[in-house]
């Protein structure tokens, strides 16, 4: 990995930064996204001063016309991307018949546009090069129907489609193409969904009355065991590895 560069959404917090920080450690120099600039701000100088190599660049992706732009002063400022990570993502709660449009256009608009505009940007200069690795931080919840998270669901279940059609279209050009999807990870997502402190309890007991299961593990995953799983899709161990979806979620989907 020390001789790649790495692009990675959703950077300022939870799942993405804890891959920004595995990436640069292994002394990948780090593209570290997020449209909250002063959140960003804060967590590339922690990481700086900590003498890691990692860059800020605040972008929104759900914004069409801010990729290539992107990709173009990541590439000028740091080398070639040959990495590729979209962590970024939204959440929003709700019963369909309750849901507003402008939370569904919302949620679309980052976990599904946001992953397209990237892949598409950054895919596009991999392919001259014929090598690079992507891997989109998607959710257990894109197999497994989740009530008063519909949009949510069905918005990591098109990322998933996409990044393994994706996949299929690229990889004679040596480009890999993967998923990671979680469970419950200890982030301020899952957070936003506890009403009180009894919120950790109930997320590992489940929830018969909502068809929701625990974990069988009995623990949150860190934002950490999440990040592994990343590093491995990217790296050369997982060299003949490409449409795969690693599922990260202490056997909460049961296997599906």
């Known amino acids: 990995m020390t001789n790649s560069i790495a692009l990675v959404t959703g950077a300022a917090g939870g ?12 002394g990948t120099p780090v593209a570290a996204v997020d449209r909250d600039e002063k959140a960003l701000h804060r967590a590339v100088a922690d990481l700086t001063a900590d003498g890691l190599p990692v860059r800020g660049y605040p972008a929104d992706v759900a914004d069409p016309a801010a990729a290539t732009p992107l990709v173009d002063a990541v590439e000028r400022e740091l080398g070639p991307v040959d990495q590729l990570v979209n962590a970024a993502g939204v959440l ?26 990237m892949s598409r940007a950054v895919v596009d200069r991999m392919i001259p090069r014929g090598r690079g690795a992507l891997v989109t931080v998607a959710s ?37 193409c993967n998923l990671v999807a979680p469970g419950s990870t200890d982030t301020p997502m899952l957070r936003s ?34 990040a592994e799983a990343v590093l491995f899709l990217l790296s050369d161990r997982a060299g003949h590895i490409t449409l795969h979806d690693l599922t990260v979620d202490g056997g909460a989907g049961l296997g599906a």
Do not use: C
């Open 193 to 226: 969904m506890w009403h009180d402190e009894s919120g950790p309890r109930a997320t590992l007991a489940g929830d018969p009355e909502a068809f929701r299961t625990g974990i069988p593990l009995k623990k949150l995953a860190r934002p950490e065991d999440i």
């Open 92 to 117: 929003r709660l709700g019963p369909v018949r309750d849901f507003t449009t402008e939370d569904w256009v919302t949620t679309f608009a980052v976990n599904v546009n946001g992953v397209f505009h």
């Open 15 to 26: 799942i993405g930064a804890a891959v920004v920080r595995r990436l640069a450690e292994r």
């Open 140 to 176: 257990n919840a894109a197999r497994t129907p989740r009530a008063g998270m519909a949009a949510y669901a069905a918005s990591k279940a098109a990322a998933t489609q996409f990044t393994k059609s994706l996949g299929l279209e690229v990889a004679r050009y040596g480009i890999r």
